[in-house]
């Protein structure tokens, strides 16, 4: 298994994954207002597992730069074919991960990651590499499943046999007080952590931290 392997499942599943319904639209819509509020018109903004642009569309034009990225790329082509669309000032989608940015040409004042970060292999790892893409006192906003505050049957047996089948990518198994113990690890002072769901169980921490 490897990100090859990860970018050929995204690749394969982007039209499903395009013509599915946001399950919980108002957490959804919540989640959009109070990144909105933490962002301002001169940033320049980074966001990770962008998959088909919907949430870089919806933000692109409160801030001054918006860089959308993601490791498919039939979800970046179907992200394009949207902003040709309904196109927005400041908005470029491109096929990369964090580490494969270079923070000597590239820096941000925010980067987002939304159903993100349990997916990458390396999570210290990329949140270095998101640290170093990050100028002073830059903010991290993820929003993250946190499996392993999920049913353990879904972890020890369901993830295991969907994944074996073809039917479900890697996913990195931690807990919402593992995740802020690794992110703090990595350079960050978590300033804020929330839950925006509005219904079932929210094991889907809103994390906000910013870059010591």
Not at 134 to 152: Q, R
Request: glycine content about 8%; hydrophobic content about 40%.
């Amino acid at each position: 298994m490897s990100t090859e392997t990860d970018a050929r499942f995204w690749n394969r599943t982007s039209r499903a994954y395009a013509a599915g319904k946001i399950a919980d639209r108002a957490g959804y819509e919540r989640t959009l207002e109070r990144t909105r509020a933490l962002l301002t018109s001169s940033d320049r903004v980074l966001e990770l597992g962008c998959g088909t642009g919907t949430t870089a569309l919806r933000l692109a034009g409160y801030v001054h730069s918006y860089v959308a990225t993601d490791i498919s790329t039939e979800m970046i082509a179907i992200a394009e074919k949207k902003r040709a669309a309904d196109s927005v000032l400041g908005l470029s989608f491109r096929t990369a991960t964090a580490d494969m940015l270079s923070s000597a040409d590239m820096q941000f004042d925010v980067v987002i990651g939304f159903n993100y970060l349990h997916l990458v292999r390396d999570l210290p790892g990329t949140l270095g590499c998101i640290r170093a893409l990050l100028g002073e006192n830059g903010l991290l906003i993820s929003k993250t499943p946190c499996v392993g505050d999920m049913n353990p049957l879904i972890r020890h047996a369901l993830l295991p046999a969907m994944r074996a089948l073809g039917k479900a990518p890697y996913a990195g198994i931690f807990r919402a007080v593992d995740l802020c113990r690794i992110v703090c690890a990595a350079g960050f002072d978590v300033v804020a952590t929330e839950g925006h769901a509005t219904k079932g169980n929210d094991n889907r921490p809103y994390i906000v931290a910013r870059k010591r």
